[in-house]
């Protein structure tokens, strides 16, 4: 169950974290995978290691806010059988002292982004009448996080996105659904953390994992695992839905 021979998949993100975990668990489970991500050397290693380990992966140097750069590396791909817009950044502010340069920041990465990779890949998906597409959103556009007011405008429009898509090609064979993690460890969660509270890493990352019910956060690799889930064959019936992976933050955290 769960295998994506003879898939080519592209994942967004894949030079770190949950990205990352994506590109290492489809290409074990027989995808070719091309990667996606800005960081080079990030990247390159993530390749090097699929590669190492038998699988087949592509690394592709691209910025995702740039709409003609990504036409031009969907075009080179040619087939697309999966996507996963993994690509994000985040940021702390509530309205008032979100400045417009990072409330700009987060619409390029976190909206226009994803909107770049829907587009090129649609028009590919839409001639082979199949696809599956798997957009990051979040618990932001479910429920109100403080200090969090960019970042939840950049989901919620990923949200909204994903429902769109998923009723505009539901004739064309195209699926499309959206995941909504709480925290993650991931090394960006490091660098924020550090950035943010130098001094009381541990004490605030203790913090960070506790506000999840479940006590801790998310490995990348379990985000991975219901991802693999929605873009297998064993999702086809599955479509316009987005699935909270929380740690019950949402429904228990009250």
Not at 61 to 79: A, N, P, S, W, Y
Not at 85 to 109: I, K, M, P, Q, W
């Amino acid at each position: 169950m769960f295998r994506l021979n003879g898939k080519i998949a592209v994942v967004t993100g894949a030079g770190s974290g949950i990205g990352k975990a994506v590109a290492l668990l489809f290409a074990k489970q027989g995808a070719t995978v091309h990667l996606i991500d800005l960081n080079r050397e990030a990247v390159s290693a993530t390749a090097d290691q699929i590669n190492g380990q038998g699988g087949t992966a592509v690394a592709q140097v691209c910025d995702v806010t740039l709409q003609q750069e990504i036409k031009e590396l969907f075009g080179k791909i040619g087939r697309v059988d999966i996507l996963v817009n993994s690509a994000g950044v985040s940021h702390v502010g509530n309205v008032e002292n979100t400045a417009e340069a990072d409330f700009d920041r987060l619409y390029n990465v976190n909206v226009k982004g994803v909107y770049n990779c829907l587009q090129a890949a649609v028009s590919i998906m839409k001639q082979n009448s199949s696809g599956v597409i798997l957009n990051l959103a979040s618990i932001a556009n479910n429920v109100g996080l403080a200090d969090r007011f960019a970042y939840s405008m950049s989901k919620g429009a990923v949200y909204a996105m994903t429902l769109s898509v998923a009723r505009d090609y539901i004739h064309a064979g195209i699926r499309c659904n959206c995941i909504s993690p709480a925290r993650v460890h991931t090394p960006f969660v490091d660098g924020f953390i550090a950035k943010n509270y130098p001094g009381k890493e541990q004490e605030m990352y203790e913090k960070l994992s506790r506000s999840q019910p479940i006590g801790r956060m998310a490995k990348p690799e379990e985000i991975a695992y219901l991802i693999l889930y929605l873009c297998s064959d064993e999702a086809s019936f599955i479509t316009g839905c987005d699935y909270p992976i929380d740690g019950g933050f949402i429904k228990l955290n009250n």
